[in-house]
């Protein structure tokens, strides 16, 4: 079994105007395409570890030969961080604004408020050097922390469950914002899915 380009869970044009088509084509149709290609390139071969789910493959790292352990990691964790940043979205119509319930409880009990929360994460996303994504992850106790992680490293193989990411690569960002990460962070607060970071938190 080859790993296969999941198609977004919604139109290009839906995350308009906070996250553009044209970014949002080449961004899924070309860089997640290329994880996936590559993906299946480094894996050619390994009938053992083209058997195992995107996760299994995370989760096993230190089992991939050494040869390919480095290409296998930053593809397969490219194709995992970008599925997880994309069914973390929604459009605008009815994504945005702010988590209810308990998961808003909890965001309240791990940073005080869910504008410092904001906060934190926003700090997280400008703080990464280079290219990375800024994670909610539930710590250590059920804790909601924020992590970033480094080019294509996964919470899969950091073994905590991720609740919502985004994505600050310049890719993601770089044909509307150009070098203004954070007016993309200001953005992308407006369709961010919390039904679906619920929905995530509930299953853990
Ligand atoms: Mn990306």
């Known amino acids: 079994m080859t790993h296969a380009l999941a198609p977004l869970p919604y139109a290009y044009d839906a995350l308009e105007p906070h996250y553009d088509e044209a970014t949002l084509r080449i961004h899924h149709g070309k860089h997640h395409q290329a ?14 570890l083209l058997a195992l789910s995107l996760e299994e493959l995370l989760r096993k790292l230190e089992t991939v030969p050494e040869s390919i352990r480095g290409k296998v990691t ?4 490219g194709v995992w961080n970008h599925d ?16 209810s319930g308990k998961l808003a409880e909890a965001l309240d009990a791990a940073f005080g408020s869910f504008d410092a929360f904001k906060a934190g994460f926003k700090a997280a996303a400008l703080a ?16 909601l922390e924020i992590r970033s992680f480094a080019n294509q490293a996964t919470p899969v193989t950091a073994g905590v ?3 919502l990411t985004i994505d600050v690569w310049e890719h ?16 992308w ?12 938190w509930k299953v853990g």
């Open 35 to 48: 994880y996936v290609d590559n993906l299946n390139k480094f894996l050619e071969g390994h009938a053992d």
């Open 74 to 77: 930053n593809n397969a964790g």
């Open 84 to 99: 997880f940043f994309w069914q973390g979205m929604g459009p605008a119509a009815t994504a945005g604004g702010k988590p």
């Open 128 to 143: 990464v050097f280079g290219s990375g994504w800024a994670f909610l992850v539930v710590g250590a106790g059920g804790k």
């Open 161 to 163: 469950k991720a609740l």
């Open 172 to 187: 993601a960002y770089y044909l509307k914002f150009q070098n203004r990460r954070a007016d993309w962070v200001d953005a």
């Open 189 to 200: 607060w407006n369709v961010v899915d919390w039904k679906a970071v619920e929905k995530r």
